[in-house]
């Protein structure tokens, strides 16, 4: 940005989104991704119509009353669902795909019930706390319905690895079920980049300049390594933030004490056994 600020701003490089709005204004204001395509409906009908998201239903011609099962499998990712990831080798889970079918299960009249069976070692945080935020304001309208036999329960059911971003997106679920084996809990944030450097020149002999105009610019740049202070200032703008926002999701969604979340935290693996009577899983 410019003014009088400008330089001291592009110095310190990237920014989150509540950083952004708080540090001289260079965010107008914080907005969830409904309700910024409720903004965009508003002004734009038209263009909205491209951003419509159209739920996967498996249970559409049934007649009776069923069970919604929405099977969450592979590395958790804003956008989509796909059948394979960028290496070709895994299905993802896309936050957009993820947060329609829930919509559509909880809207359906013949559901009665819905199964969320997660089995994913995580992924994208951003991506997980739209899941999460989804479930939770599906829970509140479930839970605000005057007639008690049309709310419908949220079962999560845990594949063999549920962990990090999969325990993200269970953890606020009426119900949690876990193998004595499965993997869960994972409760941590990790983040890094590949350093492709020698790769490029030396094995490949792609050579590449860059200008950067701060310091911080080539935070994220495939040829820098990062050195301590750029990590120090990962750990503290990005990782840390994230990171207690976790801690607090598991806190509310279990009924624990910030204390107990962070005893259980730090990234710990757990089996499902240890985790029920860490209180983690039912």
Not at 121 to 141: D, F, I, P, Y
Not at 201 to 220: I, K, P, Q
Not at 227 to 250: G, N, S, T
């Amino acid at each position: 940005g410019g003014g009088g600020g400008g330089a001291p701003l592009v110095a310190i490089g990237q920014w989150r989104a509540p950083a952004a709005v708080d540090v001289e204004k260079r965010v107008d204001e914080l907005a969830k991704r409904r309700l910024l395509y409720s903004h965009v409906y508003l002004e734009r009908r038209r263009e909205a119509q491209r951003v419509a998201l159209l739920a996967p239903q498996p249970y559409l011609f049934a007649k009776n009353a069923v069970i919604a099962v929405l099977t969450l499998e592979g590395l958790i990712a804003m956008g989509k669902s796909t059948r394979r990831d960028a290496f070709g080798t895994s299905p993802t889970i896309g936050a957009e795909t993820a947060c329609a079918a829930l919509r559509a299960a909880y809207a359906d009249a013949r559901v009665r019930a819905i199964v969320m069976r997660v089995s994913t070692g995580g992924g994208s945080a951003h991506a997980s706390e739209m899941v999460h935020r989804t479930v939770e304001q599906l829970k509140a309208r479930n839970a605000a319905l005057a007639d008690a036999t049309k709310r419908k329960p949220l079962v999560v059911s845990m594949g063999a690895v549920a962990a990090s971003g999969g325990y993200y997106i269970a953890c606020n679920a009426d119900h949690i079920v876990a193998d004595a084996l499965t993997l869960t809990g994972s409760i941590g944030v990790v983040s890094g980049k590949l350093v492709m450097r020698e790769l490029l020149d030396e094995r490949m002999g792609v050579t590449a300049d860059h200008v950067a105009s701060a310091r911080n610019a080539t935070l994220w740049h495939v040829r820098e390594p990062n050195d301590a202070d750029a990590r120090e200032r990962l750990a503290r703008v990005w990782m840390d933030p994230i990171y207690e926002l976790f801690k607090q999701r598991v806190a509310a969604g279990r009924a624990l004490s910030a204390e107990r979340v962070e005893a259980l935290a730090k990234g710990r693996v757990w089996t499902g056994a240890e985790a029920q009577r860490h209180g983690l899983v039912d």
